[in-house]
C-alpha cells in the first residue's frame, strides 16, 4: 500500500502561533489517528477519526488542538495556540490493526 | 508500572547475536504489535499477534504472547547492524481502539 505523507517534515513556531500539520494517508481506510512523541518519550495517543468524526481523544487533546479531514484525502491537525510543551514529533496512521504511519512532522516551539 | 513498560531499556549485542526485548502491559488487549524506529524517523509495522495466540513468526522475528502474566518478548535472530533502532510495544483493546505504546528499547548492533 502507499505510504503515508506527512507535511512539513519539520516547523519552528513562535509561542502562542497557530500551526497546522498535514497528512496524506492515500487510502480508503475509514480509520485515521494523531500521535505525538516528546523527545525520548513514549509515543502518546491523541485522537482517532473515523468516518469523518472523531471517533476517541486524549485528555492531551485540549480546546487547543482540532483535526479535519477537508478534502477526503487530506487529514490535517490544527494547534490555535502553541506552547512550548506542544514541541515534539507528530505522527498520523492509518489503519485499524497494525498502522502505517506518517514519518513525523518535528514541530519546535520557541 | 505504566500500560506497556519495556524492558531493557536499552540493549547493546554483537552483530550475529540474537536480542530479546520483553513488554509488560497492564489491561486486557485484543492484540499485541510490535513496532520498530529508527532515530529520529517514523514507526513501522513489525508483527501482531492477537490474544489467542502465543507465538508468532515473520522472518527473524519471533513473538510471544502470555495473557496470563500479561507479557510479551521480541526475539531478533541473527542480528545485523541495520537492526539498531527503537522497539516499541503497543497494545490494542478491542473495537479498534487506540495502540497504547510502552516506553521503548534501544537496540544497538555492534558490527
Known amino acids: 500500500e502507499p505510504e503515508v505523507t506527512q507535511t512539513p517534515s519539520h516547523q519552528v513556531t513562535q509561542m502562542g502561533q497557530e500551526v497546522i500539520l498535514r497528512c496524506v494517508p492515500i487510502?480508503?481506510?475509514?480509520?485515521f489517528y494523531w500521535y505525538r512523541q516528546i523527545l525520548g518519550q513514549k509515543v502518546e495517543f491523541l485522537v482517532s477519526f473515523y468516518n469523518n468524526e472523531i471517533s476517541e481523544k486524549s485528555e492531551i487533546f485540549d480546546d487547543q488542538f482540532s483535526v479535519e479531514r477537508p478534502d477526503g484525502s487530506n487529514f490535517t491537525l490544527k494547534i490555535r495556540s502553541t506552547k512550548l510543551e506542544d514541541s515534539a514529533m507528530y505522527f498520523c496512521a492509518r489503519g485499524d490493526y497494525g498502522y502505517t504511519f506518517g514519518s513525523g512532522t518535528r514541530l519546535t516551539v520557541v | 508500572s505504566q500500560q506497556g513498560e519495556e524492558d531493557p531499556q536499552a540493549l547493546s549485542i554483537q552483530e550475529g547475536e540474537n536480542a530479546t526485548m520483553n513488554c509488560s502491559y497492564k489491561?486486557?488487549?485484543?492484540?499485541l504489535q510490535w513496532y520498530r524506529q529508527n532515530s529520529g524517523r517514523g514507526l513501522v509495522h513489525l508483527i501482531l499477534i492477537r490474544s489467542n495466540e502465543r507465538e508468532k513468526h515473520s522472518g527473524r522475528l519471533r513473538v510471544t504472547l502470555d495473557t496470563s502474566k500479561k507479557s510479551s518478548s521480541l526475539l531478533i535472530t541473527a542480528s545485523r547492524a541495520a537492526d539498531t533502532a527503537s522497539y516499541f510495544c503497543a497494545t490494542q483493546g478491542f473495537g479498534n481502539e487506540k495502540l497504547t505504546f510502552g516506553t521503548g528499547t534501544r537496540l544497538t548492533i555492534i558490527p
Open positions: 487510502s480508503n481506510h475509514l480509520y
Open positions: 489491561t486486557s488487549i485484543n492484540n
